[in-house]
């Protein structure tokens, strides 16, 4: 089966978020169909589906013995068993000559929620122009992905030359994807992780889509906002119902964090359910899954999948949390290695 590569995006997330004071559906629809339109038209379903290249880096659990004669499994074995997972699955697709069924056979058994998450994000060499940008992600990312039941395994990856600066395109269109791909097996210096693989660039923030996520890769655009951040520590913080949430305003920088946030968390296998938007006063305060779709008259869920009914938000003052929701937390609680 050699030439060209056809793997379903079966989870791809396809962005109304346009970063702006409302979502833009209509080009986040114009996406799906295009992709749809190349090659099979008739795959239409809730769940969007996109044909093209893709990269699934799935993690292989290490088989962790607890029974009071340490560790059975080396370090070593440990790494060889993840680098060789990472090349069967990704070897095909740098290639060009990758089986689908090769990929889609592994990953399917049911396993324990991982104990250690994998991120590592790259910016693109004109997002790095910005200085301290990657930095400044990592800062943010640490703070809002640590969490009681994982250790956060986070790096970052460095400086990637892409053709294009678009942060929903350049993975929707396979070529973060494939880049992930082609580093898998040790090809252009890009070392793939096992959980999220996060792009960076300098992308534009004010037409949707903004960003794009498939299982373990995603993308968004808004370097130059994201190095605009203040420290994370000064940003304000509130006690909502026991649980803290980190409320800020509903500017530019802060909005991009926030997609850059919800991309991971497709990345992680997270929808925008697992998003809630509540009352803080006289604000309504949306989470980084449900993110602008809260104030999106065509957007259709009126509560989480976990139940938390959303209040209306018109006319009020918009506010943004970073925090996951509690509903997203504990789909993130679950997470397997493979999605939710
Ligand atoms: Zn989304």
Redesign the pocket.
């Given at each position: 089966m050699r030439g060209t590569v056809s793997i379903e995006y079966r989870d791809a997330?396809?962005?109304?978020?346009d970063g702006g004071r409302s979502a833009v559906a209509d080009d986040a629809v114009g996406l799906v169909s295009k992709a749809d339109s190349t090659s099979d038209p008739t795959r239409r379903s809730p769940n969007v589906t996109v044909l093209g290249r893709a990269v699934v880096v799935r993690r292989e659990r290490q088989t962790r013995t607890a029974d009071g004669n340490g560790d059975m499994d080396t370090e070593e074995t440990d790494e060889e068993r993840a680098g060789f997972t990472r090349r069967q699955l990704l070897a095909g697709l740098a290639g060009s000559t990758a089986s689908v069924a090769t990929v889609g056979t592994l990953g399917y058994a049911r396993l324990d929620p991982v104990d250690r998450l994998e991120v590592r994000v790259w910016v693109s060499e004109r997002a790095a122009a910005y200085d301290g940008v990657a930095e400044r992600v990592r800062e943010y990312l640490e703070a809002l992905l640590s969490y009681d039941y994982w250790e956060l395994d986070l790096s970052v990856g460095g400086t990637v030359a892409v053709s294009r600066e678009d942060g929903a395109s350049v993975t929707s269109d396979g070529e973060w994807p494939a880049t992930l791909a082609s580093g898998a097996v040790g090809l252009g210096g890009v070392d793939p992780v096992a959980d999220a693989n996060l792009l960076v660039t300098d992308g534009q923030m004010t037409t949707a889509p903004t960003?794009f996520?498939l299982p373990h890769v995603a993308s968004v655009g808004g370097a130059r906002h994201l190095a605009a951040l203040p420290p994370f520590d000064e940003l304000e913080g509130v006690r909502d119902g026991g649980a803290v949430h980190r409320i800020v305003p509903d500017e530019r920088p802060v909005r991009t964090i926030q997609i850059l946030l919800?991309?991971v968390?497709?990345a992680l296998g997270l929808?925008?359910d697992h998003g809630v938007v509540f009352r803080d006063g006289e604000r309504v305060v949306a989470t980084p899954?449900l993110?602008s779709?809260a104030w999106d008259p065509d957007y259709e869920g009126d509560r989480s999948r976990c139940g938390r009914e959303y209040p209306p938000a018109d006319g009020r003052e918009r506010a943004l949390s970073l925090a996951f929701s509690t509903c997203a937390r504990r789909g993130l609680e679950s997470y397997d290695g493979t999605g939710l």
């Amino acid at each position: 089966m050699r030439g060209t590569v056809s793997i379903e995006y079966r989870d791809a997330t396809t962005d109304g978020l346009d970063g702006g004071r409302s979502a833009v559906a209509d080009d986040a629809v114009g996406l799906v169909s295009k992709a749809d339109s190349t090659s099979d038209p008739t795959r239409r379903s809730p769940n969007v589906t996109v044909l093209g290249r893709a990269v699934v880096v799935r993690r292989e659990r290490q088989t962790r013995t607890a029974d009071g004669n340490g560790d059975m499994d080396t370090e070593e074995t440990d790494e060889e068993r993840a680098g060789f997972t990472r090349r069967q699955l990704l070897a095909g697709l740098a290639g060009s000559t990758a089986s689908v069924a090769t990929v889609g056979t592994l990953g399917y058994a049911r396993l324990d929620p991982v104990d250690r998450l994998e991120v590592r994000v790259w910016v693109s060499e004109r997002a790095a122009a910005y200085d301290g940008v990657a930095e400044r992600v990592r800062e943010y990312l640490e703070a809002l992905l640590s969490y009681d039941y994982w250790e956060l395994d986070l790096s970052v990856g460095g400086t990637v030359a892409v053709s294009r600066e678009d942060g929903a395109s350049v993975t929707s269109d396979g070529e973060w994807p494939a880049t992930l791909a082609s580093g898998a097996v040790g090809l252009g210096g890009v070392d793939p992780v096992a959980d999220a693989n996060l792009l960076v660039t300098d992308g534009q923030m004010t037409t949707a889509p903004t960003g794009f996520a498939l299982p373990h890769v995603a993308s968004v655009g808004g370097a130059r906002h994201l190095a605009a951040l203040p420290p994370f520590d000064e940003l304000e913080g509130v006690r909502d119902g026991g649980a803290v949430h980190r409320i800020v305003p509903d500017e530019r920088p802060v909005r991009t964090i926030q997609i850059l946030l919800h991309e991971v968390g497709h990345a992680l296998g997270l929808d925008h359910d697992h998003g809630v938007v509540f009352r803080d006063g006289e604000r309504v305060v949306a989470t980084p899954m449900l993110s602008s779709y809260a104030w999106d008259p065509d957007y259709e869920g009126d509560r989480s999948r976990c139940g938390r009914e959303y209040p209306p938000a018109d006319g009020r003052e918009r506010a943004l949390s970073l925090a996951f929701s509690t509903c997203a937390r504990r789909g993130l609680e679950s997470y397997d290695g493979t999605g939710l």
